[in-house]
């Protein structure tokens, strides 16, 4: 009886661990070089990627899944069309099984034309049967965490890759992160004008710290306590600006970047409350 006694207790040891474990919300904020890819860990263990990096850190994504134990992805969101969030997608797909595949749906006809890269994009991720386009008002709840199409809308306004980049709201109990992608200020603007609530705990930095981002109007409305930038070392644009490393730093926000941290892990707990952990 002893035996069994102490067999039970350490089955409800492990049930009881275990369950803990997976209270938590984990965003990941990869260290993909030049480009983006976060990783969403629900409560119940759902994946959900936005964005795969740059067509030779795709391999790093998909070790990175396999190593946090990731052999299906729920939900793959592509912000937009360009190859530094796009690029790792052609290895992704073809190592990790995707149930649903969604993007920003930007034309792509002219670039057929010109760049391979597109029309195998069209033929892998577009003709996918489970592909759609996601706009701004979509919205859907996986174990609890929200997922809110904020920008933008469809048909576009603008014509331009980077104003049209998805934005996402993700949310959980009170906590609240946005996902910007590589929005512009003339996006942004429009965004305000909305009066939509962008008010967040968590901002990913728009367009790799850019100076055609993050406006001192939005960065406001955000109003956020912790900003992640994701950016390659030594980048070739000069990203991340100094003036927007100005701003943030004079709204008192914390900044945290990809080249000089590495991965970085955000966990969120039920009652809201966040940790951050890095690479370095």
């Known amino acids: 009886m002893r035996k069994v006694w102490v067999v039970l207790i350490l089955i409800l040891f492990i049930i009881y661990a275990f369950s803990s474990q997976t209270q938590?919300?984990?965003?990941?904020?990869?260290?993909?070089?030049?480009?983006?890819?976060?990783?969403?860990?629900?409560?119940?263990?759902k994946a959900v990627l936005v964005d795969t990096g740059n067509l030779i850190t795709g391999f790093k994504v998909v070790k990175y899944l396999q190593k946090n134990g990731i052999q299906d992805l729920d939900y793959l969101i592509l912000t937009h069309p360009h190859l530094d969030h796009i690029g790792g997608t052609f290895f992704i797909l073809q190592m990790i099984n995707v149930?649903?595949?969604y993007d920003n749906g930007q034309d792509l006809n002219q670039l057929i034309e010109l760049f391979d890269v597109y029309r195998w994009y069209e033929q892998l991720v577009r003709e996918n049967d489970s592909y759609r386009v996601l706009k701004s008002g979509d919205k859907f709840l996986v174990d609890g965490v929200k997922f809110k199409v904020i920008w933008p809308p469809y048909p576009f306004v603008f014509s331009d890759f980077n104003t049209n980049s998805?934005?996402?709201?993700?949310?959980?109990?009170?906590?609240?992160?946005?996902?910007?992608?590589?929005?512009?200020?003339?996006?942004?603007n429009e965004l305000l004008k909305s009066g939509i609530d962008i008010k967040a705990d968590i901002l990913k930095v728009a367009h790799h710290g850019s100076k055609d981002a993050s406006s001192k109007g939005f960065l406001k409305a955000v109003s956020?306590?912790?900003?992640?930038?994701?950016?390659?070392?030594?980048?070739?644009?000069?990203?991340?600006?100094?003036?927007?490393?100005?701003?943030?730093?004079?709204?008192?926000?914390?900044?945290?970047?990809?080249?000089?941290?590495?991965?970085?892990?955000?966990?969120?707990?039920?009652?809201?409350?966040?940790?951050?952990?890095?690479?370095?």
């Open 24 to 45: 938590n919300l984990r965003i990941h904020f990869l260290d993909v070089g030049e480009g983006d890819s976060i990783l969403i860990q629900t409560p119940k263990g």
């Open 99 to 101: 149930k649903k595949i």
């Open 166 to 188: 998805l934005v996402i709201m993700v949310e959980y109990k009170k906590f609240r992160c946005l996902l910007s992608g590589d929005l512009t200020e003339l996006g942004e």
């Open 224 to 280: 956020p306590n912790i900003s992640i930038i994701s950016v390659n070392k030594d980048n070739i644009r000069g990203y991340p600006s100094e003036e927007i490393l100005r701003r943030l730093k004079d709204l008192g926000v914390k900044i945290y970047r990809t080249d000089l941290n590495g991965d970085i892990i955000i966990t969120v707990e039920e009652s809201g409350r966040y940790s951050i952990e890095t690479e370095r």
